[in-house]
């Protein structure tokens, strides 16, 4: 029914959620961000998700991705509106979960993202989520416009380039209340190129 919110768990969902390295190895969510954490604060403390990887391969962290989705009970003059006012009941978000593969991540541009160890327990991202959510998005103007106006390679390497700078960043600059979780997260006055 159009308009119905509910939280929906896959029925052979474990309690270790693996990822292994690959396109297609993806865990989603769907809703608004609040429909997400209430998802993680619920069912997430039972789930722990990791990364699997092959022997011969160094540990990846994982990386949570938020993107924006496209509502389709949003009439014509909240679609509008919501180009001056933020509606969070109407706003629905897509949260992918994965391994961290820096070619294939410099190539997305997610709203948010944030770096966590593999194997966490999804009950205790939640804060961090939230608090992450709570920032200023992830790329700043001045980086969108430097990227519109170069060529593929050229923005594909810039991307690149920030992406480590601010993995750099976070890894250096940033005590998180939950450093036992998460990794690194991007902070609100980081400098970019």
């Known amino acids: 029914m159009p308009g119905e919110r509910r939280i929906v768990t896959p029925p052979m969902l474990g309690e270790k959620i693996s990822l292994s390295l690959g396109h297609t190895s993806t865990f989603v969510f769907l809703g608004t961000k609040a429909e997400i954490l209430e998802w993680f604060r619920t069912v997430g403390p039972t789930k722990t998700i990791q990364a ?54 410099s190539e997305l541009e997610p709203l948010y ?49 920030v992406a480590a700078e601010t993995k750099k960043i976070d890894e250096q600059e940033h005590d998180v209340e939950l450093e036992d979780v998460v990794v690194k997260v991007p902070t609100e006055n980081s400098s970019r190129p």
């Open 52 to 105: 699997t990887v092959f022997n011969n391969r160094p540990p990846l962290d994982l990386v949570f991705d938020l993107f924006q989705v496209t509502n389709p009970d949003m009439t014509w003059t909240q679609y509008y509106q919501s180009f001056y006012r933020s509606d969070p009941t109407l706003e629905r978000y897509r949260l992918e979960i994965r391994p961290e593969q820096p070619k294939i991540d």
């Open 113 to 161: 993202r944030m770096y966590a160890k593999s194997g966490v327990c999804l009950g205790d991202m939640a804060d961090a989520l939230e608090k992450k959510w709570s920032q200023p998005p992830v790329k700043s103007y001045l980086d969108m416009a430097k990227e519109m106006f170069m060529e593929r390679e050229e923005a594909t390497d810039h991307a690149q380039e």
